[in-house]
């Protein structure tokens, strides 16, 4: 299997037209020479140089990641800045870079469903909060109900415990916590979304301050950090890929580095 195949393999399996307009998804950087096999394949978040040097101690030929390295056009690629530091050495150890982003947050068993099951949604509610008109199954975001139902600061705890970081919220229009909307990373822009589905909760990371204002007495609102909720990613992609007929003849290493910059006291 090329490079080349196995891209347009995750293309089948994580369709380019579910990702976001403008994500920059798909093969970043190639693999030499271009009709050359590969044999083993990094599943990493993000890519740091930490990343890279897991990489190298496994020998991949190839790195599947979340976070796209290149969002960016770069005007060089020297070690003056961090993001064309890491494609210069990509490069020189002949490593490529396929990015999986949005279209794995769309996909029906993709980091919306991960973080879902995570914190106990009955798997049986789970539909998406923005279906997608032309794949079945697939949309933005999550909606599903809590098995049994809990106090706000009780369900806040739970986030807090499963994310595994402190969570910011503001309570909404109830103190029992049943229906839940849910968008992992950056999702704030669909809190109309979840406000139309008349949920009791809706949980999204890099809410700012004025949109807690807005969900006061509406909707609970809690957000516990962008990289905590797609703390599942890597582990799901790299289940399904080893799953997939196609792909399990590839060697598969997911990546054992914590790639936040973020710490707290």
Not at 33 to 39: F, K, L, R
């Amino acid at each position: 299997m090329t490079i080349s195949d196995l891209n347009d393999r995750l293309n089948e399996l994580f369709p380019p037209e579910t990702a976001w307009s403008g994500d920059a998804i798909g093969l970043q950087i190639d693999h030499h020479p271009q009709d050359g096999d590969i044999h083993s394949v990094l599943i990493a978040y993000e890519i740091t140089e930490e990343v890279v040097t897991e990489a190298l101690l496994h020998h991949v030929d190839c790195i599947c990641v979340f976070h796209p390295l290149i969002f960016s056009p770069l005007r060089t690629i020297t070690r003056q800045d961090r993001v064309s530091s890491l494609v210069y050495d990509l490069i020189r150890n002949n490593i490529g870079v396929i990015v999986i982003h949005t279209n794995f947050d769309t996909h029906p068993l993709g980091t919306n469903a991960l973080a879902a099951k995570a914190i106990g949604l009955v798997e049986s509610s789970i539909q998406p909060l923005v279906p997608d008109m032309h794949h079945e199954r697939f949309g933005m975001g999550i909606i599903g109900s809590l098995s049994e139902q809990m106090k706000s600061f009780q369900f806040a705890e739970h986030c807090a415990s499963i994310f595994g970081s402190p969570v910011r919220y503001t309570k909404g229009k109830t103190n029992d916590i049943k229906t839940v909307a849910m968008v992992c990373g950056s999702g704030s822009q669909y809190m109309q979304h979840a406000l139309e589905a008349k949920v009791d909760c809706f949980i999204t990371a890099d809410v700012k301050y004025h949109q807690y204002h807005e969900a006061k007495g509406s909707i609970m609102l809690i957000d516990p950090g962008h990289a905590e909720m797609e703390k599942f990613v890597v582990e799901g992609l790299t289940t399904l890929l080893k799953q997939d007929e196609k792909i399990k003849e590839l060697k598969i290493i997911s990546s054992e580095v914590n790639t936040s910059p973020i710490l707290y006291v």
